[in-house]
């Protein structure tokens, strides 16, 4: 059952809403079953219902924390090569120079 929500919670991660609900959906099959729960089983539905409740109120606010991140990574090292970019001035050494240096 907590592998069931790490997905949930990965595929929110990753904006990916209709296959978390469809995770929440396999979590509520897995109740179903006789058992499964105990005596917690009702609270357990009760909060796995509230959530999906909250996932679809949400849905479009969901962002994509993970192409969120490789777009943060991806300016990030624009900028960075843009810095670098002026400073890395081939010699006939097949090494870099640093354009301060004497050397």
């Known amino acids: 059952m907590l592998k069931v929500l790490e997905s949930v919670k990965h595929y929110l991660w990753h904006g990916n809403v209709v296959r978390a609900r469809d995770k929440l959906e396999g979590l509520h099959d897995l109740l179903d079953q006789e058992g499964i729960a105990g005596e917690n089983g009702p609270k357990l539905r009760k909060a796995l219902d509230e959530f999906d409740t909250y996932i679809v ?47």
């Open 57 to 103: 109120a949400n849905q479009p606010l969901i962002p994509n924390y993970g192409e969120r991140w490789r777009t943060s990574a991806e300016l990030r090292d624009a900028h960075r090569n843009r810095c670098v970019t002026p400073y890395a001035q081939p010699t006939g050494t097949g090494l870099f120079k640093h354009p301060l240096s004497t050397t």
